[in-house]
């Protein structure tokens, strides 16, 4: 298995709403990121955890709040977003955690979680 | 600071022949560089790095690489393009600071049939 799963691909929602994006993968791998993309721009890198622990945290917005469960799974929640956070999300994954040959290799992307909203 | 260029906002070549999407960087340090491709509403897909070694890197689907350190730079070719190559490319570097991946703006190829 080489993948990385997102759930949901599409996700509409209020401003009062609280909601979650699910990204799971299951080739062992240790570091785990989120990327926000808005339309013809690159992704910007939101959060990463490496071996189950946040290492970084780009100075997102408490509104999203992330999570790692376990070493397979990554959440991020959602609460009281703003229109200007409607973009795509990325999950990717690297074989090694930061500083351990994290980024010697390359990153596995899911296909995103397209978020609206309204 | 640390950071990818890509000149480009957009390539059109037609099909059948070579194509280059150009890639200049700024690190402290060796370079680790990566080259990454995203075809619409997908994720994007790792196409090829250069760590060390050969200046020159192949990668997925018939694409290769050219590392130059005198120019700083880490063009994308291939010899014949495919309208299936039309895409979204992004140069990135390894941020040394962090041990994360930063991109490059990206460039839009478009291979015309």
């Known amino acids: 298995d080489t993948e990385v799963t997102q759930t949901p691909k599409h996700l509409v929602m209020g401003m009062t709403n609280k909601k979650s994006l699910k990204c799971e993968q299951h080739?062992?791998?240790?570091?785990m990121y989120w990327y926000k993309q808005k339309a013809k721009k690159p992704p910007e890198l939101m959060f990463v955890y490496s071996y189950e622990k946040l290492s970084i945290n780009e100075s997102v917005p408490s509104r999203f709040s992330p999570e790692c469960p376990n070493s397979s799974l990554l959440n991020l929640h959602l609460h009281a977003l703003q229109p200007e956070d409607s973009a795509l999300y990325l999950c990717?994954?690297?074989?090694?955690?930061?500083?351990?040959?994290?980024?010697?290799?390359?990153?596995?992307f899911g296909e995103g979680s397209r978020l609206t909203v309204l | 600071a640390q950071s990818v260029a890509q000149p480009e906002d957009q390539v059109n070549v037609a099909e059948g022949n070579p194509l280059t999407v150009k890639c200049t960087y700024s690190v402290s340090g060796n370079p680790y560089l990566f080259w990454y491709v995203q075809y619409p509403n997908r994720g994007l897909q790792f196409l090829l790095k250069?760590?060390?070694?050969?200046?020159l890197v192949k990668g997925s689907y018939g694409f290769e690489a050219e590392f130059n350190k005198s120019q700083t730079s880490f063009h994308l070719k291939k010899p014949s393009a495919l309208v299936s190559d039309s895409a979204l490319y992004f140069c990135a570097v390894r941020d040394t600071r962090d041990d994360t991946i930063i991109f490059g703006k990206g460039t839009r190829l478009h291979i015309l049939p």
């Open positions: 250069y760590i060390t070694g050969d200046n």
């Open positions: 990717a994954s690297s074989q090694d955690g930061l500083f351990s040959g994290g980024s010697t290799g390359e990153l596995f």
């Open positions: 080739m062992g791998h240790r570091a």
